[in-house]
């Protein structure tokens, strides 16, 4: 993205534990920061806006993989203004653009343009991927379980799925605390998934968001919102964001579930780039 910058960071089954991995996530953007010139300062908006979608949840998956983008809306008009004419060129009948969809021959026709008005947003865009061998991120052993003193707040859940909410709930909570300052309101916009198919699981998300996230931040944020695409007014304006996510997740997950080779991974567990030969479909 010209106007946005990309982090990509994962665990592998033989990586470092979560502690560890902040340390070297957050190194790797200092290099890459020093190398390729100042993120945007989203500590200036009044208002943060994130985006997210996840990857590799699929039984044949390698990978589960996060993303985030995180953004001032204050300054998306020339996004939106881009948006609307790839829309009304390239998509008809109001198609949502996905990842998987892009078997589609209007949204595959009409991605090189989308990700071009995607450059036009402002911001980051960060996104985890994390070996399917690493069962929880949370605890040492085998069992799969998560354990926190947030656990009422899991009761009902699968294992799989209390533990993948753990793992939303954290990255987002490291995501702000590197580009937030006090008193700044945050709105998240999440895909409608298994983490959040309902209300009632919104309101629980939210619950543990602010207190888990309570113990990233160093100061305290204004008000915090958290929704789901589901908020989208039928003009695909949330989606399309939330889109650029689901994307970018998709396609890193097929890449990094195509190789095979263990000198693939980088030394510290993290990266900027991706040396492998994109496959096909992220190619296009």
Known sequence: MESASTVAGWFHEDGPPLGEFVNHLSASIART????????DLRKAPT???GSDYAGFHKQARYEVFSFILTNPEMLGPWERA?????????????????KGLNDAFRRGALGTFLDAANQIPGLLLTFAIDRGVHSLFRRDDRDTVRSPELNLLAGMSSITAERTMRVIHLAS????GTTRADQDVLWITDEDEIVPNEKRLRRFVDLFTAVSSHYLVHDLRHLRIGTTRLDTG????????AICDLAAGALQDNLSLSKDVNFWPRHHYSTTLAYPLARKPRL
């Not at 998509?91 to 653009?97: D, E, G, K, V």
Request: hydrophobic content about 40%; aromatic content about 8%.
């Open 48 to 50: 943060i806006l994130i």
């Open 83 to 99: 948006r609307k004419l790839v829309r009304e060129k390239s998509l008809p009948n109001a198609r949502r653009m996905s990842y």
């Open 33 to 40: 920061e020093a190398a390729w010139g100042p993120f945007p």
């Open 174 to 177: 490291l995501c702000l605390r």
């Open 235 to 242: 003009r695909r304006d949330v989606e399309d964001l939330v």
